[in-house]
Each structure stands twice: as C-alpha cells, then as structure tokens.
T-cell receptor, first 114, second 114 residues
Framework: DSGVTQTPKHLITATGQRVTLRCSPRSGDLSVYWYQQSLDQGLQFLIQYYNGEERAKGNILERFSAQQFPDLHSELNLSSLELGDSALYFC?????????????FGNGTRLTVT | QQQVKQSPQSLIVQKGGISIINCAYENTAFDYFPWYQQFPGKGPALLIAIRPDVSEKKEGRFTISFNKSAKQFSLHIMDSQPGDSATYFCAAGGATSGTYKYIFGTGTRLKVLA
C-alpha cells in the first residue's frame, strides 16, 4: 500500500458531463502529481502541485483543472467530457517537488465516458 | 528532448530466465532514473532507482545498468518468476524550465511463463 488514496475507483459518465477525482497524498507528502494512462499507453503528466500551489503543467487540456487544498488533498476536475477522456487517472505524491524524493502512486480512478 | 524511449513493448520469458528492458533518453538534465512495476488494477510502484553517478545498482533479483555516455539505462530481472508478470515503466526525472519533472516510458508488458 503506497499510502496514496484515490476516490472513486471507478466512474462511468456520459459525454458532456463533469466529474471530480479526489486524491489524498501520503502523510507528510507536500507534492501531488496527476497522470493520465490511456489503454496501452504510458503515463502522461497532467499537472503538479506543491503545498497548495501549482508547480508544473504538462499535457493538460483546458477542459481539465485541478487544485490542492490546505489539507493537501487534491482534486482533478474534468468537464465537457469526451469519449477520448476515458482512461485511468493516477495521482502520485512525494515529499518535495524535486528529485530527492520518489513518486508514490495511488491505485487510480478508472473513468469511462459513454 | 523530453522523451524517454522504452523497448520492447512486450516480453515473454521462461521461468528462471533473464528479463531485460531498455530505455533511452536525450535530455542531459535528467538526474534520476526510477523503474516502476504495475500490476493490473494497481498503480505503479517504485521498484528500483539509480542516479547517474553510478553505473549499476542491484536490489535482489533486480539490477539497473546505466550508461551515461550513451544516455541509456536498462532493467535486468534475474531468475524471472511468474509473479514478476506485470507492466514495467522506466522514467527519467530532471529539472527543466525551472521545475522538476518526471517523464515516463511507454511501458513493457512482461509475461513470465511457468
């Protein structure tokens, strides 16, 4: 168990809808990362937060947004959903935003858009 | 320059054999090279990692070989077991544009035959 908690585990919704994915990092970790994993694809970096502030952006669509709250949990909001947004969404956390601490991943949220 | 190229895409090995997965990178700013193991329905879990100041790191049956001049690194799984059947991701971490980022390879699906 990595200590990173993601909810919900599964989400099925229709095109055009909006969903929120939640992540609680490991105790003591200040940095949160969001990744998207499509079928047979690698992990695509979406966005990173550190201690409540956005730190880095990757290939995140404008329809997607995220935030990290004072208690350090993070939410990823996906809106105007399209079929192509169906994927596994992973949250990872680390102690610091640099390379001196590894990433620890949650078990993901599987999003299915119908 | 931000890519990490991973091969092969899939690998089948007999029990007791050696599994070898290769990765190559271009950005010399990368300074941390972890490998992650992912079982179906789970998030990636850190397996072993290396920094460029050493050429090899061994942890049990898992060894990373690192060639800084060739910008390549590989994972060797000795005495491969059916329980090693999983998807393996290499990654490279480094500071680019003022932030530290992790770039993942596309993954290798390993199947170890009993």
């Amino acid at each position: 168990d990595s200590g990173v908690t993601q909810t919900p585990k599964h989400l099925i919704t229709a095109t055009g809808q909006r969903v929120t994915l939640r992540c609680s990092p490991r105790s003591g970790d200040l940095s949160v990362y969001w990744y998207q994993q499509s079928l047979d694809q690698g992990l695509q970096f979406l966005i990173q937060y550190y201690n409540g502030e956005e730190r880095a952006k990757g290939n995140i669509l404008e329809r997607f947004s995220a935030q990290q709250f004072p208690d350090l949990h993070s939410e990823l909001n996906l809106s105007s959903l399209e079929l192509g947004d169906s994927a596994l969404y992973f949250c990872a956390s680390s102690v610091s935003p640099g390379g001196d601490s590894p990433l620890h991943f949650g078990n993901g949220t599987r999003l299915t858009v119908t | 320059q931000q890519q990490v190229k991973q091969s092969p895409q899939s690998l089948i090995v007999q029990k007791g054999g050696i599994s070898i997965i290769n990765c190559a990178y271009e950005n010399t700013a990368f300074d941390y090279f972890p490998w992650y193991q992912q079982f179906p329905g789970k998030g990636p879990a850190l397996l072993i990692a290396i920094r460029p100041d050493v050429s090899e790191k061994k942890e049990g049956r898992f060894t990373i070989s690192f060639n800084k001049s060739a910008k390549q690194f590989s994972l060797h799984i000795m005495d491969s077991q059916p329980g090693d059947s999983a998807t393996y991701f290499c990654a490279a971490g480094g500071a680019t544009s003022g932030t530290y980022k992790y770039i993942f390879g596309t993954g290798t699906r390993l199947k170890v035959l009993a």
